[in-house]
């Protein structure tokens, strides 16, 4: 076989389980519209997504796993589009842009938080903020304690049914959240 036939192969199975992955995070959150997640069975999320389970456990160890690989998607398109809010001074603007990014997956974290899984949501960025192992025990802190009120606000506004407006949330947590220094 020549080289160019298998890196045909190889790219044909990137974009495979490409598809796989996006079917069965399709089909979680159509599922978690209808259904407890808890109810919700790996048997159940395979036939939804036209998936076998074989191909589900050759990507995700569990579906809190699948669901975790949904929250960090979701997470690090958020932190593409607005930047890091450990790397640049934060300006309302930034909170602007954060809440727009937030409202444009206000669906599925809406499907996560009625779910009764704020707590995983908070989790899974919790790990994503403590990357760094270098940072030192009081910036892991301030990490920690700023991240949380902002999520915690995130999960209020979404549960709460988007009741003020961006501009109203954003220029709140500007102004609840910007006083602290750099972190």
Known sequence: ??????????????????????????????????????????????????VSRMAFYNNYQSK????????????QTIITNIGSPFRQIITEEWFVKLFKEVNHFSETLKLIFDAGLEYTYLS??????????????????????????IINTIIYWIKSQKKETISEIASFCYNSFSKQTQI
């Open 124 to 149: 899974v960025i919790n790990e994503i903020v403590l990357q760094d192992k270098s940072l030192s025990s009081l910036v892991r802190i301030s990490r920690l304690t700023w991240v949380g009120g």
């Open 1 to 50: 076989m020549t080289d160019k036939k298998i890196n045909g192969l190889i790219e044909h199975n990137q974009n495979l389980n490409k598809i796989i992955l996006e079917s069965l995070e399709e089909s979680l959150t159509n599922l978690m519209k209808h259904k407890s997640y808890q109810l919700i069975s790996i048997t159940e999320l395979c036939m939804h997504a036209g």
């Open 64 to 75: 809190d796993n699948l669901l975790k690989s949904i929250i960090i998607k979701s997470t």
